[in-house]
C-alpha cells in the first residue's frame, strides 16, 4: 500500500466490531473503506472536524430499505480524531461517511463521537447485513462524490486469529441468516479477534479440522469479508500494517479459498455448506463485543436456535457471487 489513513483504537473500542472487506461495493475494494457497527442506531461521528456538505442520494429500490441514502463530508482534523496518514499530507483530508441521516449541517464542528443523525437502512444493504456507519478518506481535491476512489484504510490495532472447526449452535436467526455461538470471543471487550484462516506455509487443516490446524501465530491471519459470496476478501495480522509479501495462497477448514496479495484475497469458486446443503456464504469481520461466532448468510435456508450445525467448504463450478 502507497498512502494510507489509520484509523485509532480509541475510535474502534466504541464499535462492537468492524470489517473493512464485507462488501460487494468498489468502495471497499482494498479495504478502502471500514465499516463500524455500533451497539446503537447512533450515527457517531468517527473523526474530528468540520462538517463540509451534506448530500441525499438516491438508492436501490428495496422492500426492507429506505430509498433515499445519505453523505457526509467533514474536513478531518487529524490532530484531534487520532488518525495517522502515511504516505501523503495529513492536511487536506477528508471522511465520506454513509448509512446516517444527517443532524448536522455543513460548518459544524464535531468532534470523534458526536452524534451526527440516526443511522439509515438504505437499498445499498443486503438483507442480512446490520446498521453500520461506513467511512472512507480522501483528498479534498479528489472527486468526494462517486462511490470509488477512496484511500486504503488501516485499522490501527492488533487483530488476532481465532481457530474453528466449523461447528457452532445457532444463538439467533433472521430472515435470510443464523448466528453461531462459535468460536468464542476469548476476551470480549479487551481484544479485536477474527475467525482464523492460514497462508501457505502453514500446517493445513484436515477436511473438517479447525482453521488453521496448528497453533503457532506464524501464517495466521484474521479472514475478513464475505465468503465467498463475494469476489475478494481481507487477511488480517497482528500487526496493524501486517501485509502478505506476495501472491500466498489462503486456506480455511481444510480448504484452499483464496489468494491473498498484500491484504487481499481474491477468493477462489467455493460453496459453504452447511449440515449438508449449499447456502449463500458466511460473513466474516472483526470483533470486540461478545458476539464472534460464524455467521451464516442463508436467504433459502432456515435455522433453528439451540440447532447444531457444521460448516464445511467444496470447490465449486457455479459458486454464489453477489458481487
Not at 460548518?107 to 445499498?124: C, K, N, Q, W, Y
Request: include cysteine; glycine fraction near 12%.
Amino acid at each position: 500500500m502507497d498512502a494510507t489513513v489509520h484509523v485509532p483504537a480509541s475510535t474502534l473500542r466504541a464499535y462492537d466490531r468492524f470489517s473493512l472487506y464485507n462488501s460487494p461495493y468498489p468502495a471497499h475494494d482494498a479495504g478502502c473503506a471500514i465499516d463500524l457497527y455500533p451497539e446503537d442506531n447512533v450515527g457517531r461521528s468517527p473523526v474530528a472536524g468540520v462538517v463540509r456538505e451534506t448530500r441525499t442520494v438516491r438508492a436501490p429500490g428495496k422492500p426492507y430499505a429506505a430509498d433515499e441514502e445519505y453523505l457526509v463530508l467533514v474536513d478531518v482534523d487529524c490532530e484531534r480524531s487520532g488518525v495517522r496518514v502515511e504516505g501523503t499530507d495529513e492536511e487536506g483530508l477528508v471522511a465520506r461517511i454513509l448509512h446516517v441521516q444527517p443532524a448536522v449541517d455543513p460548518g459544524e464542528t464535531v468532534a470523534v463521537g458526536d452524534p451526527l443523525g440516526p443511522m439509515i437502512r438504505s437499498g445499498f444493504f443486503a438483507p442480512w447485513v446490520a446498521n453500520h456507519v461506513h467511512v472512507g478518506f480522501r483528498r479534498a481535491e479528489q472527486n468526494l462524490h462517486r462511490a470509488g476512489g477512496s484511500l486504503p484504510v488501516v485499522a490501527d490495532v492488533d487483530v488476532e486469529s481465532v481457530s474453528w472447526n466449523g461447528i457452532g449452535t445457532v444463538v439467533d436467526v433472521g430472515d435470510t441468516y443464523a448466528l453461531l455461538d462459535s468460536p468464542a470471543h476469548p476476551d470480549p471487550g479487551e481484544r479485536f479477534v477474527g475467525i482464523a484462516g492460514s497462508l501457505s506455509g502453514a500446517a493445513e487443516a484436515a477436511a473438517g479440522g479447525p482453521s488453521p490446524a496448528n497453533d503457532t501465530a506464524e501464517n495466521r491471519i484474521a479472514l475478513d469479508g464475505g465468503l465467498a459470496h463475494y469476489a475478494a476478501g481481507g487477511a488480517l495480522g497482528g500487526d496493524p500494517s501486517s501485509a502478505v509479501a506476495e501472491r500466498t495462497p489462503v486456506s480455511f477448514l481444510g480448504q484452499r479459498v483464496g489468494d491473498a496479495d498484500g491484504r487481499d484475497v481474491a477468493w477462489r469458486d467455493i460453496d459453504v455448506v452447511a449440515n449438508g446443503e449449499r447456502i449463500t456464504g458466511l460473513s466474516l469481520f472483526v470483533s470486540l463485543g461478545p458476539a464472534c461466532g460464524a455467521k451464516l448468510v442463508c436467504p433459502d435456508r432456515e435455522f433453528e436456535v439451540g440447532e447444531r450445525v457444521e460448516v464445511s467448504l467444496r470447490e465449486s463450478e457455479e459458486p454464489i457471487r453477489l458481487g
